[in-house]
């Protein structure tokens, strides 16, 4: 069978058939992702093989194989790659929500974001390549739902009174809005500033109005209410 269909059928997480321990291995495995990106960003996925990756990084293509099955999982691991990377700089400004300049703070990382995705052509072509096949839409929804659990816990004190499966939603909203924005603002004809700019609003209004909601519920809830 080929493995694109397969992988269409079986839409299950896509993995590294191993991770590494060791130095040396861990060397490769890097210089491997690093070629990924840079092919990525030259070719596009459709373009996109192992071979020519393994060539790029100047691993034997057994190495290649040893870590990963297909060029599906390689764009996983980017993907994850990424999502970490991210979540590691939102860690750093836990406990700011909800200061009464939680404005602010949005507002600075909304515009780190884009200027990741401006800087960096490959997590576009990541992001784009994600969508390829269930499978890979699949991986990226995990992805995606570890990164708004961390937000739903910043959200918590912005919307006190609001149930946790409603909060564990909107960060599910706001991750995937987020995203996709990013990869309208760098596509099309738009200024990417304008559409960075539209995508504030609509995350400002969003949670303004979430805010607003879960403290007038907590003002009209009798003692004791959770």
């Known amino acids: 069978m080929d493995p694109a269909?397969?992988?269409?059928?079986?839409?299950?997480?896509?993995?590294?058939r191993r991770r590494p321990t060791q130095e040396r291995s861990r060397r490769k495995f890097e210089a491997l992702l690093t070629a990924s990106r840079e092919l990525l960003t030259d070719v596009g996925f459709e373009s996109f093989t192992c071979e020519e990756v393994a060539t790029r990084a100047d691993v034997p293509i057994g190495t290649l194989y040893q870590?990963?099955?297909?060029?599906?999982?390689i764009v996983c691991e980017l993907n994850r790659q990424d999502l970490v990377g991210?979540?590691?700089?939102l860690a750093q400004f836990?406990?700011?929500?909800?200061?009464?300049d939680w404005l602010r703070f949005l507002n600075s990382f909304v515009d780190h974001l884009a200027g990741l995705w401006m800087s960096d052509p490959s997590r576009r072509e990541?992001?784009?390549?994600?969508q390829s096949t269930p499978s890979t839409r699949a991986t990226g929804a995990i992805h995606?739902?570890?990164?708004?659990?961390?937000?739903?816990?910043?959200?918590?004190?912005?919307?006190?009174?609001?149930?946790?499966?409603?909060?564990?939603?909107?960060a599910e909203v706001l991750v995937h809005v987020v995203y996709s924005m990013l990869n309208f603002s760098v596509q099309g004809d738009q200024s990417p500033d304008d559409a960075?700019?539209?995508?504030?609003?609509?995350?400002?209004?969003?949670l303004l109005v979430a805010e607003k909601e879960s403290r007038g519920t907590a003002d009209t809830a009798g003692p004791g209410e959770d």
């Open 126 to 130: 990541v992001w784009l390549a994600m």
């Open 67 to 73: 870590f990963f099955a297909n060029k599906y999982v």
């Open 86 to 89: 991210v979540q590691h700089e």
């Open 144 to 170: 995606e739902k570890a990164f708004a659990e961390q937000v739903a816990r910043m959200l918590a004190p912005l919307t006190p009174r609001t149930s946790r499966e409603r909060r564990k939603m909107m």
């Open 94 to 100: 836990d406990g700011e929500v909800p200061s009464l």
């Open 196 to 206: 960075v700019a539209e995508l504030k609003r609509l995350m400002v209004a969003y």
């Open 5 to 16: 269909l397969e992988l269409q059928s079986d839409p299950q997480e896509l993995m590294p």
